[in-house]
Nanobody
Framework: HVQLVESGGGSVQGGGSLRLSCAAS????????????LAWFRQAPGKAREGLSA????????YYADSVKGRFTLSLNNAEKTLYLQMNSLKPEDTAMYYC????????????????????WGQGTQVTVS
């Protein structure tokens, strides 16, 4: 199994930036990561959870939802087992709890966008944009 811990959330004014981190741990990561995707989701109060971006760890292929394309960027430090989400040009509508998640048997960005297939989640980090 793998455990995920998010960090980096906070409060920022509109137009500002934040960088979220998702640190993975557990023996399974080193053995199986090449067949995994990691993704970022968010959920605002009263709204459905939204998939934002995903990366296939084996290929490095990525996917971005239209709502964040051009503003948010994924980067991966595989040695540190950490996925980053750089968020620029933040808007008040980006206010939400942000989660990272992992799924197995995922080899492309397109598969990474199959949001319903993620089954291991972190605890989330709050982002507030005013």
């Amino acid at each position: 199994h793998v455990q995920l811990v998010e960090s980096g959330g906070g409060s920022v004014q509109g137009g500002g930036s934040l960088r979220l981190s998702c640190a993975a741990s557990g023996r399974a990561y080193s053995t199986y990561y090449r067949r995994w995707c990691l993704a970022w989701f968010r959920q605002a109060p009263g709204k459905a959870r939204e998939g934002l971006s995903a990366i296939a760890l084996g290929s490095g292929d990525t996917y971005y939802a239209d709502s964040v394309k051009g503003r948010f960027t994924l980067s991966l430090n595989n040695a540190e087992k950490t996925l980053y989400l750089q968020m620029n040009s933040l808007k008040p509508e980006d206010t939400a709890m942000y989660y990272c998640a992992v799924r197995d048997y995922c080899y492309s960005g397109a598969q990474g966008a199959e949001w319903q297939k993620y089954n291991t989640w972190g605890q989330g980090t709050q982002v507030t944009v005013s």
